[in-house]
């Protein structure tokens, strides 16, 4: 890919505790060689900053910390170029949402999670480029018609979740399903393709604006 090709570009990332450390180091080093600023953000709960804690899946293997100090509610998604949900177990704890006092928990109230409702509003921009991997689709499944129809490929975890939300699970050798305006990848492995597959998809969008008089879809 050409240097600093995505200079002036700003790259939003969801995360939560237990982010991959070596995938949030590759966003950091690939992103910033390319001239495009990295924002980590997640729901801050009031606080200033939080510290999240990486994800362990070896015996000794040490804790790493990320601090956040951007929460996604208080941000103009229209200012990315393009939005990430982070692998791992993000999805799931971003998808948390407080029931109403006193009512009983729905399925409904699920679409409501701020999380959910943030990433909802960046697919509804077809400007924003979308990237979502290994679990990171979890995200979208309580709102469905999102993934309707959507060729993308996910860890195999999430596999049967995705499908039945409707999306077409796509095998691909290089790990990465590109359908228009979002970025799939399998797993944490295939990040350094993702990345590119984003990148060049950003560029892409640049060199094909929307239309004069076409309408952005609101998602509430």
Known sequence: MATRMLEGKKIAILVETEFIPEEIAAYQQHFSQL????????????????????????????????DVNIDFQNVDINDYAAVIV?????????RYFEPPQGCPISPEQARTAPAVKF????????????????????????????????????????????????????PSASGIVVDGDLVTGRSTHDVDAFIEAISQLIIQQDAEPVQKGELIATIS
Request: some cysteine; glycine content about 8%; charged content about 15%.
């Open 35 to 66: 001239g495009a600023t990295v924002h980590f953000m997640s729901r801050l709960w009031g606080y200033e900053s939080l510290c999240f804690v990486s994800d362990v899946d070896a015996v000794g293997k040490s804790l790493q910390y990320l």
């Open 86 to 94: 982070a692998a791992g177990y993000t999805s799931v704890r971003l």
């Open 119 to 170: 990433f909802a509003q960046a697919i509804a921009n077809p400007k924003i480029v979308k990237g979502a991997i290994c679990h990171g689709l979890w995200l979208l499944t309580p709102r469905p018609e999102l993934l309707q129809g959507r060729k993308v490929i996910c860890h195999e975890v999430i596999l049967a979740d995705i499908t039945n939300a409707g999306a077409i699970y796509v």
